[in-house]
């Protein structure tokens, strides 16, 4: 199974793009579509909510679930809608497989249960090291699609199609990311004497590892069996470390500013 994302600057963009996959043969079933949803607010004066989290990818995008919000219109007409609450990100709505998913498991659940519902409907192989990327898109306002397709030969008009219809690769995304708080970070590392120029490629490894749904929330000693095995060459390194626990700072960040601005 092969996976393609494209991320917009709109919801109308990427419904857009919804109808052109559609026109080339790829079926509701292998689409999802994420965008910034509801008021916190809404969500939960009319479902209950948790904070159960666990490790996984689909624990991290259930993070806390509101409720069903029936059928979507428009372009996305046939989509199964469910509300969650992203840790860090605010309400998202979730269309498509994943929507379905969590609508055939109940509708409305507590966290662990979305998560398992997800990693389920997310049997593609999605790379969890990508989770932040699109966390990232849907704190700044704009919708994330996911394709999933079988035939390898769908793969290159499936990338047509999202670039077309003005999309931006994972990639891109990346990139983006790190320019956006690249700055910031090598003040911080310089503060402490290092080579910000000299070091920057083990030092993004490691905070962009602290972002891996997996790690998030465990101290450096914690998980460095782990880290070892994934990043071989580099998990030594005192800028990998340093990366690491300034990327669990940058988490922790993010869920405090959300949290202060749901209260305020």
Excluded: C
């Amino acid at each position: 199974m092969n996976t393609v994302v494209g991320i917009f600057q709109s919801n109308t963009s990427a419904e857009n793009a919804v109808q052109q996959l559609r026109n080339i043969g790829i079926g509701y079933d292998r689409l999802s579509l994420l965008r910034p949803g509801t008021s916190e607010d809404q969500i939960e004066s009319t479902v209950p909510t948790s904070d159960t989290e666990s490790p996984g990818m689909g624990s991290a995008l259930g993070g806390t679930v509101g409720g069903a919000l029936g059928a979507a219109g428009g372009a996305t007409l046939g989509f199964a809608v469910a509300s969650l609450l992203l840790p860090g990100v605010g309400p998202i709505l979730v269309a498509g497989a994943l929507g379905a998913a969590l609508l055939g498991a109940g509708g409305a659940l507590a966290g662990i249960q979305a998560g398992d519902a997800i990693e389920n409907a997310l049997g593609i192989g999605l790379p969890r090291d990508e989770l932040f990327l699109y966390e990232d898109a849907l704190r700044q306002g704009r919708s994330v699609l996911i394709v999933s397709i079988s035939e390898d030969e769908l793969v290159d008009k499936v990338h047509e199609v999202l670039t077309q219809a003005g999309a931006e690769s994972v990639d891109a995304a990346r990139e983006n990311w790190w320019l956006g708080i690249r700055d910031a970070e090598q003040l911080e590392y310089e503060r402490s004497g290092g080579s910000f120029k000299q070091d920057e490629i083990s030092y993004r490894r490691g905070f962009e590892a602290a972002l891996n749904s997996r790690m998030r929330g465990r101290k450096f000693e914690d998980a460095l069996k782990e880290l070892r095995e994934e990043h071989q060459g580099t998990s030594a390194e005192r800028p990998f470390r340093a990366g690491y626990e300034r990327g669990q700072n940058y988490l922790n960040s993010l869920r405090n500013t959300k949290s202060q601005s749901a209260r305020g």
